[in-house]
């Protein structure tokens, strides 16, 4: 009954109008079906998203190649297995692709049908996916809310990609989306009194041009208060200014603020200067995913204060997720599991990180649909945190809405933990 009948891909689109790969897989009793996230400011180290290249098709976009490796190879390969062993399926499909990044049938292929195949066991069981994938689950996450984009998901003057609202002092996964919600309506008004363009950036966040990086954290502060909340206990901030897209010749560029450049030890200054004036609870990509000295100097001297996150650095990849551990480079990892290609490999990256007493963050990629298997996965791993956009556009919406139902499915048993209530 749980064996592989079917499985197909199509190509479909993502959020911002790029093709991306769709799979589905049918069983005797089952049914599921998964698409797949793309990056913008990927990691250098991140699993080969397979991509056609044919400048005059979709930019050189489409996925063709990779849709039909899903249809053929992977088909052929799979067909019989147990959806209910994911493990297998998935070890399986790494084999046949047999490259270390999965470039020959692609990581967007391997994963689609590595989520779809999740889905289809799900559904075998009647279940949703969460507790399908870990029936004892009960802690829903607190949101990072992505609410001023700037860096490459935005074309304005601010250099840092993410300015994120954290309520860690809700009661629920609900109200915590409430208070984010109305913080970002209250951002909106006082962007538009100061006179600033309140259209919004790939993850639903304004994308305003100000005048510095400061400003944009300034209106933030000011937006909790205006919603009628307490900055720092209430809504606490947390960035990804994904800075190894400023980094060139071992410096950090501030090119669209204007603001000159840096070496890495002032960039810790500068993230040392921000958590001092700031309710800043979390710092991902601080410094450049190649800067390893630089990553345990400033491990070392916010890591006891803040959350210090490897997304470009890390690439949810056990390989590099060990070493970071045993060089105690950061505390927390960021989960993307088109970043290294199998649920499998997301699931492995998460229990290392939580076996070290790290914490691990489920995140989407700025490229989303309305595909919600990342608001399952993080309620089943018990991460505590999830990074899924601003407070509008559907492809990040869905995933909240997602875990409305599940926080609602659980009842009684829900369980909304602030994650930096406690020290490491
Ligand atoms: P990406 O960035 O999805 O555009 O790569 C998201 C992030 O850096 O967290
Ligand atoms: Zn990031």
């Not at 067909?79 to 790494?94: A, H, S, W």
């Not at 190649?290 to 890390?314: P, S, T």
């Not at 996965?377 to 909240?400: F, H, N, P």
């Amino acid at each position: 009954m749980t064996a592989i009948t079917q499985v197909h891909a199509r190509q479909v689109l993502d959020s911002r109008g790029n093709p991306t790969v769709e799979v589905e897989v049918t069983t005797k009793a089952g049914f599921g079906r998964a698409i797949v996230p793309s990056g913008a400011s990927t990691g250098e180290h991140e699993a080969c998203e397979l991509r056609d290249g044919n400048p005059s098709i979709f930019n050189g976009l489409s996925v063709m190649n990779a849709v039909n490796n899903v249809n053929t190879e992977l088909f052929e390969r799979v067909k019989g297995m147990d959806v209910q062993d994911l493990k297998t399926l998935d070890m399986t499909m790494i084999e046949l692709d047999g490259t270390p990044n999965k470039s020959r049938l692609g990581a967007n292929a391997i994963l689609g049908l590595s989520m779809a195949a999740a889905h289809a066991a799900a559904n075998e069981k009647n279940m949703m996916l969460w507790e399908h994938l870990n029936p004892k689950a009960s802690r829903m996450p607190v949101p990072m809310m992505n609410v001023i984009n700037g860096g490459s998901h935005a074309d304005s003057s601010v250099d840092f990609q993410e300015f994120m609202i954290v309520p860690l002092g809700a009661a629920s996964f609900t109200q915590a989306l409430r208070f984010g919600t109305e913080t970002f309506h209250a951002l909106k008004k006082l962007l538009k009194e100061a006179g600033h363009s309140t259209s919004v950036g790939d993850e639903g966040g304004f994308a305003p041009n100000l005048g510095s990086n400061e400003e944009a954290m300034n209106f933030l502060v000011a937006a909790i208060e205006r919603a009628g909340y307490v900055p720092g206990k209430d809504i606490a901030i947390a960035l990804d200014p994904a800075v190894s897209e400023m980094f060139e010749g071992g410096m950090y560029h501030f090119k669209r603020s204007g603001g000159g450049c840096k070496t890495s030890d002032e960039m810790i200054e500068l993230w040392e200067k921000w958590v001092r004036d700031y309710p800043i609870v979390s710092i991902e990509d601080g410094l450049d995913e190649n800067d390893w000295e630089g990553w345990k100097k400033f491990h070392k001297a916010l890591g006891k204060k803040i959350q210090i996150v490897g997304d470009d650095f890390l690439v949810t990849n056990t390989k590099f997720l060990s070493r970071a551990i045993s060089e105690d480079a950061a505390n927390a990892i960021l989960i993307k599991v088109n970043q290294i290609g199998s649920m499998t490999e997301a699931m492995d990256a998460i229990h290392m990180a939580h076996d070290a007493k790290w914490r691990a963050i489920v995140s989407h990629r700025s490229g989303e649909t309305e595909d919600i298997t990342i608001a399952d996965l993080v309620v089943a791993m018990e991460c505590g945190q999830i990074k899924t956009g601003s407070l509008s556009r559907t492809d990040r919406i869905a995933k909240y809405n997602q875990l409305l139902r599940i926080e609602e499915a659980l009842g009684d048993k829900a369980v909304y933990i602030n994650p930096f209530s406690t020290t490491e």
